[in-house]
């Protein structure tokens, strides 16, 4: 009973509409720009480092909180059971219609409480190629090395829970691709382009 409850509760905090509102407040819809993605990566594609920068923390914060309420309420498989409520609910909220991101950073956040070491890991090695690289390139190295940080860090158990929340993010990825997408509005592009300009 309280592991469905870490999934519901997962859920309903994964539908809140957090970095839509952050793009609002500077005159970006990111339902009608670039790939049409609610979420915090097309933020930055639109909004620039800086202003994008709120809702990755939010976004993030989503799988954190859904982990943490999951943990409490039913331990490990409380918790994971929370960030995949929580991962459902970003990507297919009853608040938008069933239309909603690909939960990369709901899971960065998740993660990170339910694997703590490694997420350690995985934070320090997104630091450094942030520093050498770039941040997109440091975000794909950290997300996709935890794995392996696992198996380094422990509990090696935990491995392949975590990948299975990895593969709903790969078929979101290839849901999005499939998916029919209506043609951005010259508007839209251009408030898109001021915000942007302006980061």
Request: hydrophobic fraction near 55%; proline fraction near 6%.
């Amino acid at each position: 009973m309280l592991h469905a409850l870490a999934l519901v509760v997962g859920y309903a905090v994964g539908c809140l509409q957090l970095s839509p509102r952050v793009a609002r407040r500077h005159g970006v819809d990111l339902r009608r720009v670039g790939d049409r993605n609610p979420g915090a990566w097309n933020a930055l594609e639109h909004l620039g480092p800086r202003r994008a920068a709120p809702a990755f923390v939010l976004d993030g914060a989503k799988g954190l909180v859904a982990a943490l309420a999951g943990l409490a309420l039913g331990g490990w498989w409380g918790g994971w059971l929370g960030v995949l409520g929580a991962m459902l609910g970003h990507a297919l909220p009853v608040t938008a219609r069933l239309r909603g991101g690909k939960s990369v950073m709901v899971f960065v956040g998740g993660a990170t409480a339910l694997v703590p070491l490694a997420a350690l890991l995985c934070w320090a090695l997104f630091a450094i190629v942030w520093i050498l690289r770039s941040f997109a390139w440091a975000a794909r190295a950290g997300t996709f090395a935890l794995p392996l940080a696992i198996l380094l860090a422990g509990p090696r158990e935990r491995t392949l829970p975590v990948l299975w929340l990895m593969g709903i993010i790969g078929l979101l990825f290839a849901w999005s691709r499939l998916r029919p997408r209506r043609p951005a509005r010259a508007s839209d592009g251009r408030a898109a382009g001021r915000s942007a300009s302006a980061s």
